[in-house]
């Protein structure tokens, strides 16, 4: 018997098909992505957007703040007397469309991004501190996590934003502060499955310092569930950034952000609905793909335990 | 059990404690409150008078301590603008975001529970993946949006419902359907993964060999044992709507609590903000305190961990 016939027979779960036998974790992700529709999709999309966000100044045929009141309510390509120029129409201001939804993918994914990963910071400190020292430690942290949950979230960023104004860096430092709430439940828990582990245990052992067994064993097995967790918090970040922006303490006009095209295009919305309907459609479209890029991630790093 | 009792109490009020002093600061912490409230171009003289009479000039402690302790006798200031008590215009807009929230209740709970079951007696079916959808996609929308679209749909082309106003219960089926359809997601989903897992059971089982009803053994024996995590998750909801409610009110012209503290907000109406932020942070807390000592009655496991 040679030793992979052993090996296998050893592995009974690796049996299933012969081309299963020698692949590594790593493998078995790839090859569980290949195979998942919904994180397929939802990475095209992601990717497709990105690109468009960062080539704006190059693919955009106008100027997204030329307005031009000649040329208000021009109609989109689908509609009677449309043209390629305006492939969905002007607005009020008769500024395109089009080019205005691309800068504002800018606008949205720069925000959510940082929004996202300084909360990750934040979260993943809270919930490892919590997690790995537990006790008393714990107990505090359990509390600021309490605290975090029963502060109305939407109502708190209003505030803090009417208070420091709204710059894109202020947007990002409030959404961070108010978002970091999932992170630290999550790592907290997975800290505290991870901390009576061997190789903890050995680096102990070893005479490794808390801050050592920190950061070189339990950050980088926390690795996975924080980037499934960015990727979530990124999606709920484009819609607290519109929702704000919607309510006109966001990202301030002429800028074109998702959501404050949907509030210009509202006092028009019963005449030219496409104004609302397309922005809205847009941020739709990216946060149900983030969410299903999100969810993807985590069925394909972490298979067990899904529900 | 009355330790874990005492033990939940004591957490509750210090995180209520807590919360009351960051919804006081909040609009304190550009620093100086008075010039705000006194606008831009105001002399100092202005702006000291502004202090003074709102009681600004003090140390910040003692006007939390006044406005707490006020507060406990049921007194919580008065609006800068209107010059209405906080607690009328509390009490008017209570009952129109408090109907709001619970039609979207009953609504989550009409359609969660029932697609749930029916997710979950069809695993992997046509059926189960459209539930899964339809919740996705309502998670992904922008409740402003989907309701800017709703009046667009059913209040102008069909005509059906009304577009604004809060006078008749026709005035909250658009804003019921907005805030139902976000926060379907989670109820719906636990109800599925729930009644998957009771389905697996021996009584299950054993309900199935006697003979008895599908329908009997889904309802009466599955669903029973399937649904207290909901219960507990449905109360969070409850909290979040009450919280959220500000964009769909603003949608909506509905005058509730999210519409009124939207607008205190743009005005630097410190008294009127701080109370709703505070009454809504405490009613959360108490719902999920409530939701906590259910469970823990169901589940005796709950309060020995």
Not at chain 1, 55 to 83: C, K, M
Not at chain 1, 201 to 229: F, K, M, Q, Y
Not at chain 2, 70 to 75: F, H, K, Q, T, V
Not at chain 2, 103 to 128: E, K, Q, R
Request: hydrophobic letters at 55%; charged letters at 15%; one cysteine or more.
């Amino acid at each position: 018997m040679t030793i992979d016939a052993a090996t296998t027979a050893l592995i009974p779960d690796r049996q299933v098909a012969d081309d299963d036998v020698y692949l590594s974790p790593r493998q078995l992700a790839w090859r569980r992505a290949r195979r998942h529709p919904g994180l397929l999709f939802g990475l095209a999309v992601v990717v497709l957007v990105t690109l468009v966000a960062v080539l704006a100044g190059v693919i955009a045929p106008h100027d997204p703040y030329e307005q031009d009141l000649s040329q208000q309510f021009a109609p989109t390509v689908w509609q009677e007397g449309g043209s390629w120029i305006n492939i969905f129409g002007t607005d009020s201001l008769g500024r395109d469309v089009f080019s205005r939804l691309l800068y504002g993918a800018r606008i949205s994914l720069i925000i959510a991004f940082f929004a996202a990963s300084v909360a990750a910071v934040i979260g993943t400190a809270i919930g490892v501190i919590g997690g790995y020292f537990g006790g008393r430690i714990d107990a505090v942290i359990m509390y600021l996590i309490s605290c975090k949950l029963s502060l109305p979230g939407l109502i708190v960023s209003l505030s803090l934003v009417s208070v420091f104004g709204s710059s894109p860096v202020v947007l990002v430092l409030v959404i961070a502060f108010l978002f970091w709430d999932r992170y630290a439940i999550v790592t907290r828990t997975v800290t505290m499955q991870l901390r009576e582990r061997e190789f903890v245990t050995a680096a102990r052992a070893l005479g490794s310092s808390h801050s050592r067994i920190i950061i070189s064993e339990i950050l980088p097995n926390l690795l996975n569930h924080i980037i499934v967790v960015l990727t979530l918090e990124m999606a709920v970040a484009i819609l607290v950034e519109a929702a704000l922006s919607f309510l006109g303490l966001g990202i301030q006009p002429p800028t074109p952000s998702w959501g404050n095209m949907v509030s210009e295009g509202r006092a028009d919305m019963f005449f030219q609905p496409h104004l609302v309907a397309i922005p809205g459609l847009a941020i739709f479209l990216l946060v149900i793909s983030i969410n299903l890029l999100g969810d993807g991630l985590r069925d394909v790093t972490a298979p067990d335990g899904r529900n | 059990m009355l330790r874990f009792l005492m033990r939940r109490l004591v957490v509750s009020a210090l995180v209520a404690v807590t919360v009351s002093i960051l919804a006081f600061g909040l609009l304190r912490l550009s620093g100086d409150l008075a010039a705000e409230l006194a606008g831009s171009g105001a002399s100092e003289e202005q702006i000291h008078k502004v202090a003074l009479t709102y009681g600004l000039d003090r140390p910040t402690y003692i006007q939390y301590l006044d406005w707490a302790g006020s507060a406990l006798r049921g007194d919580f200031g008065k609006s800068l603008f209107t010059g209405e008590a906080v607690s009328d215009i509390i009490a008017h807009a209570l009952p129109v975001t408090a109907k709001l929230a619970f039609f979207s209740l009953v609504l989550i709970l009409v359609l969660a529970i029932p697609i749930g079951v029916l997710a979950a007696t069809y695993p992997n079916s046509w059926i189960d993946r459209a539930a899964l959808a339809v919740a996705t996609a309502g998670q992904a929308m922008p409740s402003f949006w989907f309701g800017l679209m709703l009046i667009l749909v059913f209040g102008v082309w069909l005509g059906w419902t009304p577009i604004s106003g809060q006078d008749g219960w026709s005035n909250f089926i658009l804003p019921t359907a907005t805030v139902a359809l976000s926060s379907l997601a989670a109820p719906m989903r636990l109800t599925r993964a729930g009644m998957l897992e009771v389905m697996q059971s021996d009584f299950i089982r054993m309900a199935q060999a006697k003979g008895l009803p599908q329908r009997v053994v889904l309802y009466k024996h599955a669903l029973r044992n399937a649904i207290l995590p909901v219960v507990s998750v449905l109360m969070v909801t409850f909290g979040h709507i009450l919280a959220g409610t500000v964009v769909v009110e603003t949608v909506f012209s509905l005058h509730g609590l999210g519409y009124e503290v939207f607008h205190a907000i743009l005005r630097a109406d410190f008294p009127v903000v701080q109370t709703v932020v505070a009454f809504v942070s405490i009613t959360y807390i108490l719902l999920t305190l409530l939701s906590d000592l259910i469970n823990a009655q169901l589940d005796p496991r709950i309060a020995l961990s």
